[in-house]
Nanobody
């Protein structure tokens, strides 16, 4: 089993910043990518940003956050960080960390963190 533990959410003013973190832990696992989706009540969960944990470090970023949100990887700690700048009320959502993981050499599957609330409000 793999656990994804998120932190860093909270209440922030429009134009402000937050930094989220997500750490993967467990035993005998391999990470292929990590990142965040977000979800608001009544809407589908949507991709925010994903980074490959392989050598490429390639990213996939939602157009709505490009230029404002930056993901970074600390491979040694199996941890990703999401620096969120110039936050807008429409960024308000529960942010869920996700990772593509292979456990004990099995085929890779998606794992999810517990979610952290980000609220952007004046």
């Amino acid at each position: 089993q793999v656990q994804l533990v998120e932190s860093g959410g909270g209440l922030v003013q429009p134009g402000g910043s937050l930094r989220l973190s997500c750490a993967a832990s467990g035993s005998d696992f391999r990470l292929f990518n990590m990142g965040w989706y977000r979800q608001v009540p009544g809407k589908q969960r949507e991709l925010v940003v994903i980074i490959s944990t392989g050598g490429s470090g390639s990213t996939t970023t939602a157009a709505s956050v490009k230029g404002r949100f930056t993901i970074s990887l600390d491979a040694a700690k199996n941890t990703v960080y999401l620096q969120m700048n110039r936050l807008r009320p429409e960024d308000t959502a529960v942010y869920y960390c996700t990772a593509l993981v292979s456990v004990a050499g099995a085929s890779a599957g998606d794992y999810w963190g517990q979610g952290t609330q980000v609220t952007v409000s004046s």
